[in-house]
């Protein structure tokens, strides 16, 4: 693979409410210049934000330096167009090819958890690795692959999104004690997904139906760190759901690691628990962790731009 780890790139981290822009002088490591709300229902006024970006922060730089975009929403490797519903603005618009013409240099872009993956993969927690997914648990599930490097786009844009396709369980058996579980609409348009159960917010719903308490996912976890009984049988529930999708994932796909991002990846505890769970249930039985917090949960897409800014 060749890597210019030499010139500068600048970087765009562009989620519903934000743009995140900085500029990378060396592969993993950007420099944040400017957070500004993101135009999301304007494809004008987004393009004249990045002008605007690009203009105030260029003047020391080469005009066609490449920009990196990580963005929320999936992005299509046939038509480019970006599908973002909290960003109605990318809609029609082919993003890195449009941005290329106007920009006048080189634009790429990749989906933000894909963006997490590459910075885990390159100079993250899976550095070095040839086989390295990137899941988010945060408010919903994600992910992301990259192997040997490059990053797996899927035909369409999806590849590694374990958290969609139907669950096909109704009930669970934790701690000797049957659970029904609630068969929920998800945004993709199926029902039953795992995206449905195995966030934050997932999490959340499955103690509002046990126990018919809305609590927080950190009321939640901190209650089963303390011994709480009723957190427990949530927390069990939750690991059984969330970690027989991920062993599927891991028997086809070979992972040497898994690198969390997102809001859960923060609670160690959690995470070395799934971990535990997951290596009881995938044929290749892994002797160390296989599933860590990754070193980019909050910079994951700034940071995996700066790697993509520099791909072939
Ligand atoms: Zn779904």
Redesign the pocket.
Known sequence: MMVNTGTAVFCADIGGSFIKFGLSRQQGEVTELAKLPTPAESWDEFVLALQTLLSNHGASLAADTPLAISTAGLVSPQSGEVMATNIPAFAGHNLAAELTQILKRKVSVANDADCFALAEAHVGEGQGLPIVIGVILGTGVGGGIVINGQLVRGHGGVAGEW???AITRTELLVEGQRVTLPRLL?????TG?L??YGGARGMERLHLEFHQLSHSSHQIISGWQDGNTQCALTLEAWLQLVSEPLALLVNIIGPSKIVVGGGLATVAPLIAALDQRLRTQTLHKYSQPLLVPGKYVNQGGLVGASVLGRQR
């Open positions: 958290g969609h396709g998800c945004g993709c348009g199926q997904c995206d449905m």
